[in-house]
């Protein structure tokens, strides 16, 4: 039984990237419920429930459920974090050639 649920998954995700692109061609960063709605990543920094499962500010999470909308906009620290790791990963990268 959870086999067929892993292939009814998979041919839906599969489904869902296929026409995530439709239209124009482009993979669209505003979700509109009217042409459906599709998985996208997003920063770590954005994921609001994270407070309840590790030691960090839940800023956030207050925000969103104060306000009721969630801001996707990553932090400044995340950012500085993935510059510098993707600076770390290009020297070791050209150390290797």
Do not use: W
């Not at 061609?25 to 419920?33: A, F, P, Y």
């Not at 954005?46 to 009721?68: E, F, S, V």
Request: charged residues 25%; without cysteine; hydrophobic residues 40%.
């Amino acid at each position: 039984m959870a086999e067929a649920s892993l292939v009814t998954m998979t041919a839906a995700m599969t489904a869902l990237g296929e026409s995530r692109h439709q239209g124009t061609g482009e993979r669209t960063q505003l979700v509109d419920s009217m042409r459906g709605d599709y998985p996208r990543r997003i920063d770590a920094s954005t994921m609001i429930a994270a407070p309840l499962t590790k030691a960090m500010a839940g800023d956030r999470m207050m925000a969103a459920l104060g306000t009721g909308v969630l801001d996707l906009q990553p932090t400044p620290e995340s950012l500085a974090t993935k510059a510098r790791n993707r600076g770390s990963r290009r020297k070791a990268k050209k150390a290797a050639k």
